[in-house]
């Protein structure tokens, strides 16, 4: 037992001699080393939550997940490459190395690169800056600024050695001779592009002397239209007072400077296709002003000879008056006639009538049934009453056809109560 | 910029001509000097739009000043 007991006593002693107590600062040191040179070069995915920017520049955040926390930083050198924003709440995937940081034992991620997780960094950039210039108003309609009637003088912000101008000025030429270019040489790909696009765009604005801007670019992959995707180039193209077409690329995609420009278009022939349609439009418009001009002069000429026509119908001539009196006179004269025709033949008529009447009462035609008539001579009184005559007196006695003198014999004078 | 100018006013003078003498308003006298003044802004509009004098310029700027010089169309189209 008590050589147990020694042993024991000895034991601690032993352990003491195999154990190796190390200082915070060696095991941190350690730690340091094997984490370090374990996770040298590490991608890590997580969500970004409580994301500061130090005065410094560098960049401070936790990444996490359900049931984990990493602390990350990224220092200002590191950061300024990252297109997109880094926010709270973003899931992200990060490159990097595992550092420890002895003063406060902790470890942490260098952050060296980082990507959001599920989209590309660009077109997370691209929804970002889209959503901010969309709150600042630069795609609101009010902003749309009109273009004149017909622009004579077009300004293209283009590379001169590509397909873009190349495709402007042969429509134009073919479809709009009329209108006149200026060409503002850019780059419009690369780092610079963006910021000689924005400068062109102000150019044309203090130029002044052109009535629309096409900014355009021909086809290419999503980097290459990349600076039309550019704050700088929305901007510009937000504060220039002339109208400004974007027509950039042949896809789908739109772009920034698609969404704040006045018009846009797929292709750059479409940007001159508009410019020629513009100008077809109004030679059409002219022309039915001229069909109008026209057809109203005649309107208004046809319709002064209507009424000259009528005028001229209501204003009768002297012979016309004098025909038409002598019509009128015809006509009465023919009343007249046929009156006094009628009139005539109802006289004689009755003149007849009246004639036979006579005859009827004609005493000669009564002594020719075989009365006679007697007159006493010499006075020639018809005698109606034998108290007219007395014996002696000369009778001439009338009858149908001759007639002879008697001398009276003899008055009988009648019994008035007999008969 | 003369041009466009022009031709907006011109345009604008055109269609009120139009419609004065759609109107019917005007004695033959009115009407006609109007067709005349009509027909001559139509004519000159047209012929303005109908210009084939472009011109194809480079915008130059050297010390903030700017100068245009002429560019040779037809080589763009050579070099592809």
């Known amino acids: 037992m008590p050589k147990t007991t020694s042993e024991l006593a000895i034991q601690p002693a032993g352990l003491e001699k195999t ?47 359900e049931s984990s926390v990493l602390a990350a930083v990224m220092f200002g050198r590191a950061n300024k490459e990252v297109k997109f924003k880094i926010e709270d709440g973003l899931k992200v995937i990060c490159f990097g190395r595992i550092e420890v940081y002895p003063p406060h034992g902790r470890y942490q991620l260098i952050v060296e ?110 980097e290459d239209l990349w600076s039309f995707n550019t704050e700088v180039v929305a901007r510009a193209i937000y504060s220039s007072k002339i109208p400004v077409i974007s027509a950039v690329g042949h896809q789908i995609n739109i772009t ?17 296709k508009i410019i020629v349609d513009k100008k077809n439009m109004l030679l059409a418009q002219i022309d039915s002003y001229g069909y109008k001009l026209a057809s109203s002069i005649t309107e208004i000429i046809h319709e002064l000879r209507n009424n000259l026509v009528a005028l001229r119908h209501m204003l009768k001539g002297p012979l016309d008056r004098l025909l038409e009196k002598q019509q009128l006179l015809d006509e ?9 025709r009628h009139c005539l033949d109802i006289t004689s008529e009755r003149v007849f009538s009246l004639i036979e009447k006579l005859e009827a009462l004609s005493p000669l035609a009564i002594l020719s049934r075989g009365y006679s008539l007697s007159l006493r001579l010499p006075e020639g009184v018809i005698i109606k009453d034998v108290a007219q005559l007395k014996p002696r007196d000369i009778v001439k006695t009338i009858l149908g056809k001759g007639a002879f003198f008697s001398s009276v014999q003899e008055v009988i004078r009648d019994d008035p109560g007999s008969s | ?20 003498l759609g109107s019917g308003k005007l004695t033959l006298g009115e009407s006609l000097k109007k067709y005349e003044e009509g027909i001559k802004l139509a004519r000159d509009c047209s012929a303005a739009l109908n210009d084939a004098q472009r011109k194809v310029e480079l915008l130059m700027k050297k010390d903030g000043k700017f100068s245009l010089e002429k560019l040779n169309e037809t080589q763009p189209e050579e070099e592809k």
């Open chain 1, 19 to 65: 154990r190796h107590v190390y200082t915070v600062s060696e095991i941190t040191q350690d730690i340091k080393i094997i984490l370090e040179n374990t996770f040298a070069e590490v991608w890590v995915e997580g969500e970004v939550s409580n994301f500061k920017v130090a005065t410094s520049g560098h960049f401070y955040f936790t990444l996490k997940d």
């Open chain 1, 113 to 222: 690169r980082v990507e959001p997780k599920g989209i590309g960094a660009q077109q997370l950039a691209f929804e970002q800056l889209k959503k901010k210039l969309h709150r600042e108003g630069l795609f609101d309609l009010k902003h749309k600024k009109s273009f004149p009637l017909m622009p004579f003088c077009v300004g293209i912000v283009t590379s001169r050695a590509g397909a873009a101008i190349r495709d402007i000025l042969q429509i134009l030429k073919k479809g709009a001779p009329c209108v006149d270019v200026v060409i503002r040489s850019v780059r419009v790909q690369g780092e610079l592009a963006a910021q000689e696009i924005a400068v062109a765009i102000e150019d044309f604005n203090q130029f002044k002397q052109v009535d629309v801007i096409i900014i355009s670019r021909g086809g290419g992959s999503a």
């Open chain 1, 256 to 272: 920034l400077s698609d969404l704040v420009a006045d018009v846009f278009v797929e292709t750059p022939s479409a940007a001159a």
């Open chain 1, 332 to 340: 009465l004269v023919a009343g007249l006639t046929h009156n006094m």
């Open chain 2, 1 to 20: 910029m003369k041009e466009k100018q022009s031709l907006e006013d011109d345009m604008r003078k055109l269609q009120k001509i139009v419609e004065e």
